[in-house]
């Protein structure tokens, strides 16, 4: 079956350092998803990437996908204590498939 | 608040028990995810509902069961509980069957 591995599993920071987790799967991915899950929270959904090499910012938070579209990167710059959390891709497969298969995901620790 | 409620926010239930675990989506809402996640792992995908019909299966195992009823809400039931079924239990509900997903508050089961 389907399956999306995520780097690294874990990741401490200094406040104001740069954080990238990434994620590759092993099918093609019609779609990718990213959701961040704060400690003791529940996941929330960031953005969704559909198209082949597509680049999408949302404010310090830069999100990539692939060209053959079965990896993706997620890219925090200048992160802050609020970035504190785990980051999650979640892969849907090619055509006829609707699971979402999520990575184990990226815990991401800023020391202030 | 992601507009999905989840009841109850804890149980706690001795081994061999049977339990339910409810969901309510968002408005509008026809698709119905459960996942289950353990301490340090990510999220394992359960099953899926979209509009009272099954829809996709995960790692669900024969003693866990789900439905969907007509006005949309779905239970999970975990019967005969093992000691390695506690957990947070989360339901998620997107608007159709490719799309973000919303995840409510999970439910924090212990089995003792």
């Known amino acids: 079956g389907q399956q999306v591995m995520q780097i690294p599993q874990y990741q401490h920071v200094q406040e104001g350092e740069d954080f990238t987790t990434y994620c590759n799967s092993s099918t093609t991915l019609s779609n990718i998803q990213w959701y961040k899950q704060r400690p003791g929270g529940h996941p929330v959904f960031l953005i969704q990437l559909v198209k082949s090499g597509e680049v999408k910012k949302q404010k310090r938070l830069t999100f990539q996908f692939g060209e053959a579209k079965k990896n993706s990167s997620l890219h925090i710059t200048a992160t802050q204590t609020t970035d504190v959390g785990t980051y999650f891709c979640?892969?849907?497969?090619?055509?006829?498939?609707?699971?979402?298969?999520f990575g184990k995901g990226t815990k991401l620790s800023v020391i202030p | 608040d992601s507009g999905v409620t989840q009841t109850p926010k804890h149980l706690i239930t001795a081994t061999g028990q049977r339990v339910t675990l409810r969901c309510s989506p968002r408005?509008?809402?026809?698709?119905v995810y459960w996942y289950q996640q353990s301490l340090d792992q990510g999220l394992q995908f359960l099953i899926q509902y979209y509009n009272g019909e099954e829809r996709a299966k995960g790692n669900i195992l024969e003693r866990f069961s789900a439905q969907q009823f007509p006005d949309l809400h779905s239970e999970l039931n975990l019967s005969s509980l093992e000691l390695g079924d506690s957990a947070l239990y989360f339901c998620?509900?997107?608007?159709?069957?490719?799309?973000?997903?919303?995840f409510g508050p999970g439910t924090r089961l212990t089995v003792t």
């Open positions: 979640a892969g849907v497969g090619g055509a006829g498939s609707y699971q979402l298969t």
């Open positions: 408005s509008g809402d026809l698709s």
């Open positions: 998620a509900s997107s608007p159709g069957i490719v799309y973000e997903q919303y």
